[in-house]
């Protein structure tokens, strides 16, 4: 049986429960069991061993953080958070949609974002929306406007109600930055 600093190790050089507990000769559920009892941290690396829509999701988060820099990473501390970051005591979930065709027989093309529970949950929901993996558009939403909501769908260039809510780069990085300290 391998020490509980051998597990801690290995977890941490994979970031993978199944990679981990190979390593070190055990099931992931009892390497899982032994992390968590021990209070060591566990949380996956979506980006490298996630689903296309894990990646996806993980590349936004990583996009939002170089825009926003002083932002809290919650997935870095908590395994599968509630919301993605944390700003001055704000919740901030973050969300990305790639370009796609929208109802069918319509031309239009339109970013869907897809909110579950998070609009109970976080203070703001940032809406990333991607045009070949670039950022073409973002969108800041306040919890009480899209509550009760599970989806919002904003047409490449059509109106749209939510256009109101768009907000530049440089504007998203002053809110959380400076606005919201005053």
Request: hydrophobic share 35%.
């Amino acid at each position: 049986m391998p020490t509980i600093e051998e597990m801690k190790m290995a977890y941490d050089k994979h970031k993978n429960l199944k990679l981990a507990a190979d390593e070190v000769g055990m099931k992931w559920q009892t390497l899982y069991w032994y992390l968590k009892k021990h209070n060591h941290h566990i949380s996956s690396d979506k980006s490298r061993y996630g689903s296309a829509t894990d990646k996806f999701a993980a590349k936004a988060e990583q996009d939002f953080k170089q825009l926003v820099p002083s932002a809290k990473d919650m997935n870095s501390t908590i395994f599968q958070s509630k919301y993605d970051f944390e700003i001055h005591g704000l919740k901030v979930d973050v969300k990305a949609s790639q370009l796609h065709q929208g109802n069918k027989g319509k031309p239009n093309l339109r970013w869907a974002f897809s909110l579950k529970k998070q609009e109970m949950l976080a203070d703001f929901i940032v809406g990333m929306a991607y045009k070949d993996e670039k950022i073409v558009k973002l969108y800041l939403f306040p919890a009480e406007q899209i509550r009760f909501r599970s989806t919002i769908s904003i047409s490449e260039n059509g109106s749209s109600k939510w256009r109101d809510f768009e907000i530049s780069p440089d504007d998203l990085k002053a809110f959380f930055e400076k606005t919201i300290l005053n």
